[in-house]
């Protein structure tokens, strides 16, 4: 896997300098796969009636089903990116 330099900013979008060898990111997803085992593991940990109290919608099985956001995503940014 390619390493990609962090480049530290104001908090603003930066782009490299133009003569920068440095290829830029057009988009980034953050993903996880409801089936996947390690992650229910680590959810189960939430869900321990002994582990703090977190806020409810924050281990709502909803918010991790697969509704194809991610495929509908990326073939927007095939069609209009």
């Known amino acids: 896997m390619a390493k990609i330099p962090l480049l530290k900013t104001s908090g603003g979008p930066h782009t490299p300098p133009p003569d920068s060898e440095q290829e830029t990111i ?7 796969d409801a089936n996947d085992s ?3 593991d680590q959810l189960h940990k939430f869900l321990d009636p002994a582990a703090p109290l977190i806020h409810t919608q924050a281990i709502n099985p909803e918010r991790f089903r697969d509704n194809g956001e991610l495929r509908y995503s990326l073939r927007s940014v095939e069609a209009f990116a």
């Open 26 to 32: 057009d988009i980034v997803y953050t993903w996880v």
């Open 38 to 40: 390690r992650f229910k």
